[in-house]
């Protein structure tokens, strides 16, 4: 069964850091498209990063220049490296994977949140 797991979400000041992870197991993921989407309270989820199989990434204007998604395909495994965070970035941050796209599979999502 295709599982994907976060981990690395906390509380951190505003200008600091944080790097997620996100672990999948059941399959084989180098193939895939594997992202980071989040969601904050009363908004509907939004994307954040996309990884393509050829290496190509994509990004959100609000977070470009300070979040690199990265992927490690022999350990399955995918992070989104935040920096500059900012108090609106506070959110749910979920990974996704999928052939295609990245919203076919989903993990249980990790809590970011960012004080002024």
């Known amino acids: 069964q295709l599982q994907l797991v976060e981990s690395g979400g906390g509380l951190v000041q505003a200008g600091g850091s944080l790097r997620l992870s996100c672990a999948g197991s059941g399959r084989t993921f180098s193939s895939f498209v594997v992202g980071w989407f989040r969601q904050a309270p009363g908004k509907d989820r939004e994307f954040v990063a996309t990884?393509?199989?050829?290496?190509?990434?994509n990004y959100a204007d609000s977070v470009k220049g300070r979040f690199t998604i990265s992927r490690d395909n022999a350990k399955n495994t995918w992070y989104l490296q935040m920096n500059s965070l900012k108090p609106e970035d506070t959110a749910i941050y979920y990974c996704?994977?999928?052939?295609?796209?990245?919203?076919?599979?989903w993990g249980q999502g990790t809590q970011v949140t960012v004080s002024s």
């Open positions: 990884s393509w199989s050829d290496g190509s990434k």
């Open positions: 996704g994977a999928g052939v295609g796209s990245p919203r076919n599979y």
